[in-house]
């Protein structure tokens, strides 16, 4: 038997606020699109989710907005230690311009990562009624500064010894992404770590199995397959969000999320894209 899989379509009507759905049962083989449209129209489409997503955070939990810039500058730092692991090899004895340059780049965006981390900590305060939560902040701070830490080091260690006889016994620029990529793990798991108890969970939910997956497993290594693969179940989560937040579901004023219509638009565009015949 063909494997068929379960989609929603939105049905938009001339003066509704909100969607309603219908589903209907479609074969596997119909899903498709072409890299031109993924590259063109699919992938714009989803960066522009994933910010709406960290814009609601912030509205919906305003406390939550230094850990989205932390992660936001760590991720940035993340990106650029992969480009120096890239043009940069500790036995390379040519000292080539595009790793020089690349030192550069790293250099300002660990500076950033660095000042804003202690920015952090010089402003850390006990929120009143969320003892528990500010305390795992501060750990989650503390955990950052020590691994920031090792990054300096073996950076350090790597300019230094670069270009002498000694340079390949430096730490490889792998061993700093991997510190970074550690970092970055730790901070998307503890994303929500300030959001209010009642919604964390719907946070948590959305965040793991649609935000994220949406950046890390299809936009940045630009795997449209995977897309494809995992329509059904990207699109169950990322409805399931919508409705609870858009609902009443939660004491949370519908100003506040809003903007999540504009996300379900986005996607339910990207599926039409993907199953127009």
Request: glycine letters at 0%.
């Amino acid at each position: 038997m063909k494997t068929i899989i379960a989609v929603l379509f939105i049905l938009f009507t001339s003066h509704a606020t909100v969607a309603q759905y219908s589903f209907y049962t479609i074969k596997k083989s119909d899903i498709k699109m072409s890299n031109e449209s993924f590259r063109r129209y699919a992938k714009p489409q989803m960066r522009s989710i994933i910010n709406e997503f960290f814009h609601i955070l912030k509205k919906v939990s305003p406390e939550s907005e230094p850990v989205i810039n932390i992660r936001r500058n760590l991720r940035q730092l993340y990106l650029e230690s992969v480009e120096l692991t890239k043009f940069c090899d500790q036995r390379d004895i040519a000292l080539n311009d595009k790793c020089a340059t690349q030192i550069k780049d790293f250099s300002r965006k660990l500076k950033l990562f660095e000042s804003m981390l202690y920015k952090n900590i010089s402003n850390y305060k006990l929120i009143d009624d969320r003892i528990d939560d500010s305390i795992a902040f501060n750990v989650l701070l503390q955990e950052l500064v020590l691994s920031n830490s090792k990054v300096n080091h073996h950076f350090d260690e790597f300019k230094m010894l670069r270009g002498t006889d000694f340079q390949r016994y430096s730490k490889a620029p792998i061993h700093i992404e991997r510190i970074i990529h550690d970092s970055l793990k730790v901070v998307d798991l503890k994303l929500n770590i300030l959001v209010l108890h009642e919604y964390r969970v719907e946070f948590d939910n959305v965040w793991t199995s649609f935000i994220r997956v949406l950046e890390q497993r299809i936009l940045l290594p630009n795997d449209k397959d995977y897309l494809l693969n995992n329509l059904e179940r990207l699109n169950i989560d990322w409805n399931s969000f919508h409705k609870n937040m858009t609902k009443g579901n939660y004491d949370i004023p519908l100003s506040k999320v809003k903007v999540t219509n504009i996300m379900h638009n986005r996607w339910n565009q990207i599926l039409k894209l993907i199953l127009r015949r």
